[in-house]
């Protein structure tokens, strides 16, 4: 029998259906037809599957009291947006803008405008709640949530801070005049109706921040040998999910996903992550970039803002490059047993020389090793397999 889990939420337009590992949205009594004539305006103009998650009407799954459910694409991992760096900031940012633009031209429009209606899924972003779209033009509250919500995130990270309320104790006072300005001429545009300059204004104050962000080359190489060795290993397991565990890796996470693997980087070095971003943003791929430290998430995500994240990153294996503490029993186990909370199963980790018996015994005694993937011909590392 099928487990049916029903999002309630105070949109009168409907509620989330959880089943099977599907996404569903049902249209409450009195939103039919308008949501229906939404949906086909948003498919006939190609933005189901661009700015919008792929969405259809369900045809294999009913739900009473419910006469019309869409299904969308299940967006798997979901990263939250404290887990987004500047440079996801400002993309979301500008898909949510080029969504409301795109919207505007069809006669359509959005009622909403914090990041948590937007999710990275495959190499971009999607806007995830399609029950706040609606059949007139985006409202000027829209526009002012964007600017709480979008806005104050860049401003914030730009000089490094999580995130504050009150922008105005960010701000110096001639930006506090500047941003006055700005935030009520945008506003100001949005209540007129005029919302191609409304949204001009907005693109060219997030450039503003992203023109700061300088992306730093990363030059970890794994030897062919043994990454090869590792892709071999990851089939003959079957293993479909990898987490890959801060170093920087790109050639590791963009060769999984090459040979079709699901691959969530978790990086507490922010410069890091955009760099990967940086190379798959806007390309299909598997690869989720989080902004996070997993052996110390509460140092950047403040405790209760990493919510279910074992479930959300629960993965097969988990692949750690440049360990802290890889040569120390005690560390060593202090992640093993942190991994075991993703349903990890293998752990694959990079030792760098010299690496001994001694290195080697003192993991046997908390873990079963399987495999010692090693280039012949470059002893600088090894990567050490164990069942956890």
């Given amino acids: 029998m099928s487990e049916i889990e029903i999002l309630n939420s105070v949109d009168p337009v409907g509620n989330i259906i959880l089943c099977n590992d599907k996404v569903y949205r049902g249209i409450n009594a009195g939103y039919e037809e308008e949501y229906a004539q939404i949906y086909n305006k948003c498919k006939v103009n190609g933005l189901l599957g661009n700015f919008i998650i792929p969405t259809i009407i369900a045809d294999d799954f009913t739900l009473e009291p419910y006469q019309l459910i869409f299904e969308h694409e299940l967006v798997k991992p979901y990263i939250y947006p404290f887990e987004w760096t500047l440079l996801m900031h400002c993309d979301a940012a500008y898909t949510v803008l080029d969504l409301v633009v795109k919207l505007d031209e069809i006669g359509l429009g959005l009622k909403d405008g914090h990041r948590f209606n937007i999710a990275f899924h495959k190499g971009r972003f999607f806007w995830i709640d399609f029950g706040s779209i609606i059949s007139y033009k985006t409202t000027h509250w829209m526009i002012e949530e964007f600017i709480d919500s979008f806005i104050h995130s860049i401003i ?100 999984l996903n090459k040979y079709g693997n699901s691959v969530t980087v978790f990086n507490a070095d922010a410069q890091y992550i955009d760099s990967l971003y940086f190379q798959i943003r806007r390309k299909i791929t598997n690869i989720s970039p989080v902004f996070i430290d997993v052996t110390l998430p509460d140092k950047l995500n403040e405790g209760l803002k990493w919510p279910k994240a074992e479930k959300r990153f629960a993965a097969e294996m988990a692949i750690i490059v440049n360990p802290p503490g890889s040569q120390c029993n005690l560390e060593f186990n202090k992640l093993i047993q942190s991994l075991k909370l993703f349903s990890v199963k293998y752990v694959a980790i990079e030792v760098e020389y010299p690496y001994t018996t001694k290195t080697i015994s003192a993991i046997e005694q908390s873990v079963e090793i399987v495999a010692v993937i090693q280039d012949k011909c470059n002893d600088a590392t090894c990567l050490i397999i164990v069942k956890v």
């Fill in 156 to 255: 914030c990270i730009d000089q490094g801070i999580f995130y504050k309320k009150d922008i105005y104790e960010c701000l110096t006072e001639a930006q506090k005049e500047k941003y006055a300005l700005a935030r009520s001429t945008i506003i100001n545009y949005g209540m007129a109706g005029d919302i191609s300059n409304a949204v001009t204004l907005l693109y060219d104050w997030i450039k503003i921040y992203e023109h700061n962000i300088k992306i730093l080359p990363y030059n970890h190489v794994t030897s062919t040998a043994v990454l090869d060795g590792l892709i071999a290993f990851i089939k003959t397991a079957n293993i479909d999910r990898v987490l890959v565990i801060d170093g920087n890796a790109a050639d590791i996470s963009l060769s």
